[in-house]
């Protein structure tokens, strides 16, 4: 079987709900500045998107995450990779992820940036795998709930291809 992609999730519907969000965010947290912290690299185009949909300032960052699991330990431990330049000490951060699958790459993020003291802490999701939940994750923005197939597209990658996509599709045939 050669690989094939469904479009699941559309641009035009993407770009909808991510409208709903950016002013669903400036609603909560009023007028105050956002930091946006992007999760690289699959949430970049999210990153974009949402950032012009929220009125008012917002600043972006960036981090890369690391995540070693599996045999050594269940909870598993992430590692930031590239960390973020600007200091969300009293600051209103949304962390802005491209998929929560197991729940575990945000639960240990929300948990490391709780500690640099920031004035709230929020999670925006563009995908939610809720199936697939291992650990309970507190996301505050979903986009879209998805069924447990593995996606690609808006940001989201199989072997780094498929990121480039303007809407969400599931990837069949692929060889690992
Ligand atoms: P979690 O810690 O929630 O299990 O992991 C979330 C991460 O797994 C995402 O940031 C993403 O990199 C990866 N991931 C989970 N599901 C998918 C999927 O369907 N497609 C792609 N391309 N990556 C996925």
């Known amino acids: 079987m050669s690989e094939s992609t469904t ?26 500045p956002v930091v946006l912290l992007c999760v690289l690299k699959g949430a970049f185009p999210f990153l974009a998107d949402l950032s012009r949909a929220i009125p008012g300032e917002v600043l972006v960052d960036f981090v890369q995450i690391s995540s070693y699991d599996g045999e050594k330990s269940s909870t598993g431990v992430v590692k930031l990779k590239k960390d973020h330049d600007i200091n969300i000490e009293g600051k209103h951060v949304v962390i802005v992820e491209d998929i929560i699958d197991t729940g575990l790459t945000i639960t240990h993020l929300r948990e490391l940036l709780m500690t640099r003291k920031p004035a709230s802490l929020r999670v925006a999701a563009a ?19 998805i069924p447990n197939k593995f996606v690609v597209g808006y940001g989201l990658d199989y072997k780094e291809r498929y990121r480039q996509l303007p809407f969400v599709a599931v990837l069949e045939g692929a060889t690992e």
């Open 127 to 145: 995908l939610n795998k809720f199936e697939a939940r291992t650990h309970p994750a507190q996301v505050e923005y979903i986009g879209f709930d």
């Open 7 to 32: 479009v699941l999730i559309s641009e035009e519907d993407l770009q909808k709900r991510i409208a709903e969000i950016g002013q669903q965010i400036r609603a909560d947290i009023g007028d105050a």
